[in-house]
């Protein structure tokens, strides 16, 4: 199972299912190495049919694909794994219920402490954020760039969220972030394999 790093895109809420393919496939084929279903909108029906194409679509790319937020559909589409927050499950009962390989991501905010009992309970990987102001989720807990560096011992691939954009990408991977996530610095506009590729190279 590929580890998470490098370029970790996740999609934007939208219905337009043909349009998030295409942009989708172009994050891809920019590089993104993981992706993650996000979709706090669409009906059940259309959330099922959008994971079950990008599960195949992320595979057959070699990518990594999970599912925020929702174990059963993790499970329904044969994703890698689920991403779980605060008002989410648990990360022992995503463990529990999707298994051992499955990979398990926690978000930890700007708390390292919670970092360190996401690990305990079972985390296959931690993410912080917003490490700047994000459009998408604009009430978002502000998390310090620092947190990088205090955070290496954890021993898992720790993830940076929030306002990451081609501008600012840099100085994130610097503070030691082993992973960005990005919806609105990816899917926002026209050129999203250009900017994935920009993103990507961070990493190389
Ligand atoms: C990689 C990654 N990091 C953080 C989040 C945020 O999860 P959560 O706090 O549960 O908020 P929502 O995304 O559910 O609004 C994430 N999804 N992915
Ligand atoms: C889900 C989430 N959690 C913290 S910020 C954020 C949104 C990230 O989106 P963007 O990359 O557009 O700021
Ligand atoms: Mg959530």
């Not at 706090?40 to 679509?57: E, H, M, N, Y």
């Not at 925020?68 to 529990?96: F, I």
């Not at 026209?190 to 994935?196: I, Y």
Request: aromatic letters at 6%.
């Amino acid at each position: 199972m590929p580890k998470v790093s490098g370029l970790y895109a996740i999609t934007p809420d939208t219905d337009d299912s043909e349009r998030l393919i295409e942009q989708v496939s172009a994050a891809l084929d920019g590089g993104a190495r993981v992706l993650q279903y996000r979709n706090k909108g669409c009906d059940p029906v259309r959330r099922l049919w959008q994971a079950s194409i990008l599960a195949s679509l992320a595979r057959s790319r070699g990518a990594l694909f999970i599912v925020n937020d929702d174990v059963e559909l993790a499970r329904a589409v044969q994703a890698d794994g689920v991403h779980v927050g605060r008002d989410d499950a648990a990360v022992a009962s995503a463990r529990a219920a999707l298994g051992p390989a499955a990979v398990i991501g926690a978000s930890c905010y700007n708390d390292l402490a919670l970092a360190r009992a996401a690990v305990a309970a079972g985390a296959s990987y931690v993410a912080f954020g917003a490490v700047f102001s994000s459009g998408t989720k604009p009430g978002a807990v502000a998390a310090p760039l620092a947190l990088f560096a205090h955070s290496i011992d954890l021993g898992v691939p720790r993830v940076a969220i929030g306002g990451i954009t081609v501008a600012n990408a840099g100085q994130v991977v610097a503070a030691g972030a082993d992973a960005i996530a990005v919806i609105g610095g990816l899917f926002d506009g026209d050129d999203v394999a250009e900017r994935a590729a920009t993103l990507a190279a961070l990493f190389d």
